[in-house]
């Protein structure tokens, strides 16, 4: 054991050693300013925050809903949790690290203010968080449950699934887990790789029982989110984790409602008709932009908003309009839920439409890190479906 011990400490040494070297190489070289320091300067600074593939356009500030207050979309999450639980003696939320405020902050503050029996953390398992939920709903309490990330969701897919969604069916509506919402951080973040930027909207998309919604800004998230707290059957809500931080507008402090199942035409259009969900909504407004600056072309862009159910008439009703539609995704291309919205607009608008219908999502692997960029379907790859689209 002695001997294992000094071995042991040699290497340990040995390897300090060579760390202490590379250490000091990094410094000679000036390399490791560029890890560890900030960058300074307005330029800096300009160049940073066009890092991202997008660039979040907050709506107008909204006037029917009182009294607003600036607010991130995690604040917003944060603000529509305290709503819910002030207003609902028997809401409780669960999930893992959610008593210190959880890994982004959305429930922060929350377990000082109602205390350790209505926020409250789990073990770190899916599943049990979600049939956990399922039990709690069914006695009639309000169930809001956090996944900490959406790509860890799967575990608790049978739970889901095959209980959760058809709880109320298989009882003839005598009993039923409608009081449950899940909440969970969705799509890519810039630096998430195959474990924390995947978008699973359309796994749950071929499943009757369940809701499944995904808000784009701060002000949606709140209402949205509301919305789903009080339906009568099990909500997915999907928050997307790029723009907890990212997306800033004026939010109502109170609580109000925005209803599932409505879609949102953002800016009307004459000429195609552009859908997304999420954050993909702000890279499609910035086509509609290059497209009226560069072509011409009058877009109309619509915020699917719910995904299951979808609003379909508010897409066909513009796709008879425009005569040509675009649908843009995070997720990969081959059975994402643009799939379902192409063959559904295909059926319904076939007469109308100028062009074939154009999808832009991602590519049918699994999501990368470091070729992320080249991975997401940006202003760029859109633009130019939407061009092809014009020429066809």
């Not at 356009?57 to 600036?70: A, I, L, S, W, Y």
């Not at 809401?91 to 929350?110: H, K, M, P, Q, S």
């Not at 002000?219 to 928050?239: M, R, V, Y």
């Amino acid at each position: 054991m002695a001997a294992l011990a000094v071995s042991a400490g040699g290497l340990w040494r040995l390897g300090a050693a060579r760390a202490e070297g590379r250490w000091r190489r990094l410094c000679g070289a000036g390399l490791l300013r560029g890890f560890l320091q900030p960058a300074s300067g307005a330029g800096d600074a300009a160049q940073r925050r066009q890092v991202a593939h997008f660039t979040f356009q907050p709506d107008p500030e909204p006037q029917e809903f009182g009294q607003t207050q600036k607010m991130n979309l995690f604040q917003a999450i944060t603000s529509a949790l305290d709503n819910s639980l002030a207003k609902d003696p028997t809401a409780v939320i669960f999930g893992e690290d959610v008593a210190f405020g959880g890994v982004f902050r959305c429930t922060v503050g929350l377990r000082d203010k109602y205390g350790k029996d209505r926020v409250f953390n789990t073990p770190l398992c899916e599943q049990g968080i979600v049939g956990f939920g399922i039990g709690i709903a069914v006695t009639g309490a309000t169930a809001i449950a956090e996944i900490q990330f959406a790509d860890y969701i799967y575990p608790a897919f049978d739970q889901i699934v095959n209980e959760a969604a058809k709880y109320r069916y298989r009882s003839g509506d005598l009993f039923n887990c409608g009081s449950l919402t899940i909440r969970s951080p969705w799509g890519c973040v810039g630096h998430g790789a195959l474990y924390h930027s995947q978008s699973p909207e359309a796994f749950f998309a071929h499943c009757p029982g369940i809701k499944v919604v995904v808000p784009r800004s701060p002000f949606q998230a709140k209402g949205l989110l509301l919305s789903c707290i009080e339906d009568k059957n099990p909500c997915i809500f999907f928050e997307p984790k790029i723009l907890y931080r990212a997306a800033v507008e004026q939010v109502p402090v109170e609580p109000y409602n925005i209803p599932l199942s409505q879609a949102e035409v953002i800016q009307g259009g004459s000429d195609v008709t552009l859908v997304a969900w999420g954050t993909q909504v702000h890279v499609i407004r910035e086509v509609a932009s290059m497209a009226q600056e560069k072509l011409g072309v009058s877009c109309e862009v619509i915020d699917l908003r719910t995904i299951l159910p979808w609003d379909v008439d508010t897409v066909c009703k513009s796709v008879i309009k425009t005569g040509r539609l675009l649908i843009s995704h995070e997720a990969p291309l081959t059975g994402g839920f643009a799939s379902e919205i192409s063959s559904t607009v295909q059926e319904e608008c076939f007469l109308n439409l100028e062009a074939p219908i154009s999808r832009v999502c991602g590519y049918d692997t699994p999501f990368p890190h470091i070729f992320e960029p080249f991975y997401i379907p940006d202003k760029w790859k859109c633009y130019d479906a939407l061009r092809k689209m014009i020429n066809y």
